[in-house]
């Protein structure tokens, strides 16, 4: 099951998938089950055009690391191609190799409202921080975080994209790319509309994992299990999930458990029903965690050894990049060229 936006427009045609991978970190388990593995296996569905790009200018308004921006894009490139992401359908590239999203980007925050952008919740929570610290009402926000909905609408109308898979955070910004798109098409396009109203897609199917400590799978919250540890570091990782006291033998409830709920992220339906089994059985905490460590590494060893072989060809990972932005820019170029005609930035003659 999916929940699209109520007032879809879906426009006649393919549909047109996109979504942007902000390169501020360390893949780990959550954006797998959460991300990487539903959005690769939505690319191999033969209707949909997938475009998947590295949100490189995004990092930007959280990391201010050079280092830490390049190795994450690294990784993340690294982890979608070693998880089967093919690059022959989907268009694969990085954000800061299609200069006309910038450029959109800027002919986009001339028409968006400052007041929509008040309402966007990354800025307002960051606000309501600073309020109740009792100091200024904007202090440590730059432009960056204020307007990244722009950036990020940039992204999407560039492309046509049509739908938008997003975790639930993310819906109120493609929301605003809507609101955008419409002002844009209102002021500018007299006959034809020029930006293609995108749609959100939220799968309530998907896993929020918890982390080792019970909450979301979170970098922020500094609890997550990165994607591709070496296996004693994984299976050391899973010993670290937080459990309670029970003993071994005694009934243990499956439903407030991160150890089971990860299980069921990887696990075949009769695996889940064998393991809620063994929890009522009073399954031992170290003998369900020994098995949830053998069903993650069965999934992910192969990828694994890709990963680390892509990861010491860092110029095999950048081909791909550049052939993806190659195919990229044969839609953002024309689509750049017809905004600027649209808004008066157009040759003399
Ligand atoms: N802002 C998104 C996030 O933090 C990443 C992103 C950037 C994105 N541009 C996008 C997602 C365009 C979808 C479409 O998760």
Redesign the pocket.
């Known amino acids: 099951m999916t929940q699209d936006a109520s007032n879809a427009t879906a426009p006649n045609g393919p549909k047109r998938v996109?979504?942007?991978?902000?390169t501020s970190g360390t893949p780990h388990l959550g954006n797998y089950v959460g991300a990487i593995r539903p959005a690769i296996e939505a690319s191999q569905e033969d209707t949909n055009e997938s475009f998947y790009?590295l949100?490189d200018y995004?990092a930007l308004i959280k990391c201010q690391d050079p280092a830490a921006v390049q190795q994450s894009t690294k990784e993340i490139a690294a982890t979608w191609l070693a998880l089967g992401l093919d690059t022959s359908k989907a268009v694969f590239y990085r954000?800061s190799n299609i200069p006309q999203i910038t450029e959109l980007c800027w002919v986009l925050s001339c028409i968006c409202a400052k007041g929509l952008m008040n309402r966007a919740h990354a800025y307002k929570a960051s606000v309501d921080v600073n309020v109740a610290d009792g100091v200024d009402a904007d202090k440590g926000i730059s432009m960056g975080l204020f307007s990244?909905p722009v950036?990020?609408a940039a992204?999407?109308l560039m492309f046509g994209?049509t739908h938008?898979p997003?975790?639930k955070?993310?819906i109120q910004?493609?929301e605003m790319a809507r609101d955008i798109a419409q002002r844009f098409n209102h002021i500018y396009a007299n006959k034809a509309p020029i930006l293609t109203l995108p749609d959100y897609v939220v799968s309530d199917q998907v896993a929020v994992l918890q982390g080792l400590d019970g909450r979301k799978m979170s970098k922020s919250y500094g609890n997550t299990i990165p994607l591709f540890l070496p296996e004693k570091q994984l299976k050391k990782h899973i010993n670290k999930i937080k459990t309670n006291l029970l003993e071994p033998g005694e009934a243990k409830d499956p439903d407030t458990s991160a150890v089971f709920q990860i299980w069921q992220a990887f696990a075949s339906d009769e695996q889940t029903a064998a393991m809620r089994q063994a929890f009522a059985d009073g399954i031992a905490w170290g003998e369900a965690k020994k098995q949830l460590f053998e069903l993650i590494n069965a999934e992910l060893a192969e990828s694994r050894e890709r990963y680390n072989d892509l990861m010491s060809r860092p110029q095999d990972i950048e081909e791909q990049l550049q052939a993806g932005a190659a195919r990229a820019r044969a839609i953002s170029e024309p689509m750049m060229a017809e905004v600027r005609q649209a808004v008066g930035i157009a040759r003399l003659f």
Not at 18 to 22: A, E, F, P
């Open positions: 996109l979504t942007g991978i902000t790009f949100a995004h954000q990244y950036l990020m992204d999407i994209a938008i997003v975790g955070d993310q910004h493609v």
